[in-house]
């Protein structure tokens, strides 16, 4: 059973406009929701959090909103920059610790 | 510290062979983490380390699979037996615990089994 699911593959957006990821899961205990971003032949970078009793959160480009009720969340980048080409993972973590990972989307930014 | 260090970065061994990769975590990071990631998916939890003591181990990992780390320092993971399934890139995590728990990734460790 996949806890964690990004159901596009892929994603391709015009430098400048609004890239939107998306996240579901299934599991109520997750604590935290977590965003990590991977270049080839690198492993994956620690991007932005949310706790599960917030809605939004913030930094700078990146922001993070989480519906709890529909156990969605997605990752808007504005403005998208080609150098924000990479696969974004999603991940969810309870306080055992553990990261469950989604399959990840491919974000390609076009100049 | 450099970040965490994976060794080797490349592996190809031959079907039944036994193989061992290692992982130089951040020094003051207790918790030590082990995934492995195939094409087209998401990091799969393989095991993890608190410290010296291991704390958790997927129901999916085959006894062929064995982790360690001795002195709660770096960590080696060794596959005996290798099957052509176990062809996968595997990736060491580590991070000072917390919530929420931002793991810290090294580079991986390509595998291949012919």
């Known amino acids: 059973d996949q806890q964690v699911k990004q159901n596009s593959p892929s994603l391709s957006v015009q430098e400048g406009r609004i890239s939107i990821l998306n996240c579901d899961y299934t599991?109520?205990?997750?604590?935290?929701f977590l965003w990590y971003k991977k270049y080839p032949a690198e492993g994956p970078t620690f991007l932005i959090s949310?706790?599960?009793?917030?809605d939004k959160n913030e930094d700078g480009r990146f922001t993070v909103f989480l519906n709890k009720s529909a156990k969605h969340l997605s990752l808007h980048i504005v403005p998208s920059q080609p150098g924000d080409s990479a696969v974004y993972f999603c991940?969810?973590?309870?306080?055992?610790?553990?990261?469950?990972f989604g399959d990840g989307t491919t974000l390609t930014v076009k100049p | 510290d450099t970040g965490v260090s994976q060794n080797p970065r490349h592996k190809i061994t031959k079907r039944g062979q036994n193989v061992t990769f290692r992982c130089d975590p951040i020094?003051?990071?207790?918790?030590l983490y082990w995934y492995r990631q195939t094409l087209g998916q998401g990091p799969e939890f393989l095991t993890y380390?608190?410290?010296?003591?291991?704390?958790?181990k997927s129901r999916l990992l085959s006894d062929r699979f064995s982790a360690e780390r001795p002195k709660g320092s770096f960590s080696t993971l060794e596959i005996q037996r290798t099957e052509q399934g176990d062809s996968a890139m595997y990736l060491c995590?580590?991070?000072?615990?917390?919530?929420?728990?931002?793991?810290?990734f090294g580079s991986g460790t390509q595998l291949s089994v012919l």
């Open positions: 380390f608190q410290n010296e003591a291991q704390l958790e």
């Open positions: 995590a580590s991070s000072l615990g917390g919530s929420p728990e931002k793991l810290l």
């Open positions: 949310i706790s599960s009793i917030k």
């Open positions: 020094s003051e990071h207790n918790r």
């Open positions: 599991n109520s205990m997750f604590d935290y």
């Open positions: 991940a969810a973590n309870t306080n055992a610790g553990k990261s469950t």
